[in-house]
């Protein structure tokens, strides 16, 4: 095999390290690179153990890059950020105000429930997630501002979690 797992993920995938991706390039590039170290490529070779590590850290790394917290967060550990410094810092008092507000908002939708009303704070979660992508990839790709970066991450974090909750709340709202 001649692959360096070693290398970051985005080099690992010949990627340049940039927020904004070719999502093409990237499934093009995982795509390759299972083919190489697929662990059926290696059967008879003896290196079966080899190519299982090789397939598990190409999934991760693909998986990694195709998320865009998940991307951030490694952006921002490339450019020396912990990741305890990326989810660890305390916010501001409005983002915490913000919270509150969209669990109140969910915990209402529920208590009665309101499937329309869970519908309509996932078409608003989906709206408020896009544009913190969107500042994101100004933050890092363009203004290189790591800062600000690893807030939007911390928020679209929460604004995760939030969906997931949403999510569970419409599932158990459609049994």
């Known amino acids: 095999?001649?692959?360096?797992?070693?290398?970051?993920?985005?080099?690992?995938?010949?990627?340049?390290?940039?927020?904004?991706?070719?999502?093409?390039?990237?499934?093009?590039?995982?795509?390759?690179?299972?083919?190489?170290?697929?662990?059926?490529?290696?059967?008879?070779?003896?290196?079966?153990?080899?190519?299982?590590?090789?397939?598990?850290?190409?999934?991760?790394?693909?998986?990694?890059?195709?998320?865009?917290?998940?991307?951030?967060?490694?952006?921002?550990?490339?450019?020396?950020?912990?990741?305890?410094?990326?989810i660890g810092n305390v916010v501001a008092p409005e983002y915490l105000l913000e919270q509150l507000e969209w669990r109140e908002a969910v915990e209402e939708a529920r208590a009665t429930n309101d499937v329309d009303a869970l519908e309509q704070l996932m078409l608003r979660l989906q709206i408020r997630t896009d544009g913190i992508i969107t500042q994101l990839a100004e933050q890092l790709d363009d203004r290189h501002d790591l800062e600000a970066a690893a807030d939007s991450v911390r928020r679209l974090m929460f604004l995760d979690k939030l969906r997931l909750g949403i999510a569970n709340a419409l599932a158990a709202l459609d049994h």
């Open 1 to 86: 095999m001649s692959v360096d797992f070693s290398l970051d993920y985005f080099a690992l995938f010949d990627l340049p390290r940039r927020f904004r991706l070719d999502e093409a390039a990237l499934d093009r590039a995982w795509h390759a690179l299972q083919i190489e170290v697929h662990p059926d490529q290696h059967a008879s070779s003896g290196g079966m153990c080899g190519a299982l590590a090789g397939s598990s850290r190409v999934n991760e790394a693909y998986t990694a890059l195709k998320k865009p917290i998940t991307r951030a967060q490694c952006l921002l550990e490339l450019a020396g950020m912990s990741l305890d410094a990326i």
